[in-house]
């Protein structure tokens, strides 16, 4: 297996998980934006990560363009975010992100980290405008995934955890990979 692991990341989490399955298998962490599709040819397995915003897997449209020149390769994804894990938050990301011949990819979720002082003016923003949300129809009333952003809002976390990625690794050594 000749891995590769490519990520986008805004605030440094997804980095910090794509540089520690880097270490893991041996293998360079490449940023996104300064990839040549045509180079991955080199790789027969491609991971790629990228924070969740939005429910939309920052990166993402990276393999959704390219996905032809790599279709016969291994590939994972990876997805980082604030919310915590379960099957719903999955199946959303899933959705919106993996269409198509992309939705029987391994999706993979891992919970990234939180600092509101760190946020750009966009994404606070976005997070002013979730609060006043959650206030107005109140929390029992919105989506897992924003009612999980209403508990953090203000607050500095960090959930980033290298045992975290054992089912990723796992996966990726098995000849078949496990669809999450």
């Known amino acids: 297996m000749k891995p590769v ?3 986008q990341s805004k605030y440094g989490a997804t980095k910090r998980y794509a540089e520690w399955l880097s270490a893991a298998l041996d293998c360079p962490a490449l940023s996104i934006k300064g990839v040549n599709p045509e180079a991955l ?3 027969d397995t491609i991971i790629i990560g990228g924070g969740v915003y939005a429910s939309t897997i920052s990166g993402i449209s990276f393999l959704q363009k390219n996905y032809a020149l790599f279709a016969e390769n291994q590939i994972f994804v ?6 915590p ?11 919106r992100n993996l269409p ?5 990819l391994p999706l993979f979720y891992l919970r990234g980290a939180w600092n509101q002082s760190a946020l750009s003016v966009p994404d606070k923003l976005i997070c002013s405008m979730i609060r006043k949300s959650g206030e107005r129809k109140g929390i029992g009333s919105i989506d897992e995934q924003h009612a ?3 508990e953090i809002i203000g ?5 980033t955890d290298r045992a975290a990625l054992h089912p990723l690794l796992t996966a990726l050594q098995t000849e078949e990979p496990l669809l999450q």
């Open 5 to 7: 692991v490519l990520y």
């Open 100 to 104: 198509g011949d992309l939705a029987a």
């Open 148 to 150: 999980a952003m209403l």
């Open 85 to 95: 894990e379960s099957k719903n938050v999955l199946a959303d990301l899933r959705t």
């Open 41 to 43: 040819a080199a790789y």
């Open 155 to 159: 607050t500095q976390q960090d959930w």
């Open 78 to 83: 990876f997805a980082v975010g604030a919310s």
